[in-house]
């Protein structure tokens, strides 16, 4: 099976210019999530959706930042304009829902992530 | 608050032997699951390993275990017949399905550097 997709995987844009990332889950998963990752900062989750619905939020840094899940095999996070403090590694990661807490099914799986650089 | 620390931002392993990856972590869940990532110089994120709260035996996978101990919240990985191919950085993380609607929570990782 095909694992979680992202595109593109590096990116160099200048500052002030819209920066959209994109991402296919999993098949079947129903749990989407978008994480930052920088050496100051580590791993930070931005947005989680479930069901194509973002029940989340609060870790998107600010209003440049936005992100859809127009269908369950789609997302993408969109930051505009970009600045050079967005520099990070992005990663898009999916998940099922395991019911019970002993399920594997509760593994959340990574894409390879978009590395961006804002100039 | 849910958190993991992971409290050896480095370690050293000569090729071959055993290592173990310290992770504890805080939750007032009693469901939740607990994770360990490996990140190659590459920078994909590769799972490997899995442990349920509800779990009496501790997770194994080839080379990995988890060392599960409830009681003391920890949840170490043991990489046994360290490998080159071994280095890497290593996170823990933790999930809460039911009360955390479902976010992974991750440690600041362990660097692992296994030597010839």
């Known amino acids: 099976d095909a694992g979680v997709i992202q595109s593109p995987r590096h990116e160099v844009t200048e500052m002030g210019q819209e920066v959209t990332l994109r991402c296919k889950p999993i098949s079947g998963h129903d749990y989407l999530f978008w994480y930052r990752q920088t050496m100051m900062r580590g791993l930070e989750l931005l947005i989680y959706?479930?069901?194509?619905?973002?029940?989340?939020d609060s870790g998107m840094p600010e209003d440049r930042f936005s992100a859809k899940m127009p269908n369950a095999s789609f997302s993408t996070l969109k930051i505009q304009p970009s600045e050079p403090r967005d520099s990070a590694v992005y990663f898009c990661?999916?998940?099922?829902?395991?019911?019970?807490?002993?399920?594997?099914?509760?593994?959340?799986?990574f894409g390879e992530g978009s590395w961006l650089t804002v100039v | 608050a849910q958190k993991i620390t992971q409290t050896q931002p480095g370690m050293f392993v000569q090729e071959k032997e055993a290592v173990t990856l310290d992770c504890t972590y805080d939750?007032?869940?009693?469901?939740?699951?607990l994770f360990w990532y490996k990140q190659p110089s590459s920078g994909e994120m590769i799972f490997l390993i899995y442990q349920g709260s509800y779990d009496e035996q501790n997770a194994t996978e080839g080379r990995y275990s988890l060392n599960f101990q409830k009681a003391r919240k920890s949840a170490n990985l043991v990489i046994s017949a360290s490998q080159l191919g071994d280095s890497a950085m290593y996170f823990c993380?933790?999930?809460?399905?039911?009360?955390?609607?479902?976010?992974?929570?991750f440690g600041q990782g362990t660097e692992l550097s296994v030597k010839p």
């Open positions: 990661a999916s998940s099922s829902r395991g019911t019970p807490a002993g399920s594997s099914g509760n593994t959340i799986y």
């Open positions: 993380a933790m999930r809460n399905i039911y009360n955390q609607g479902g976010k992974l929570i």
């Open positions: 939750t007032s869940d009693q469901s939740y699951g």
């Open positions: 959706f479930n069901n194509n619905v973002p029940i989340d």
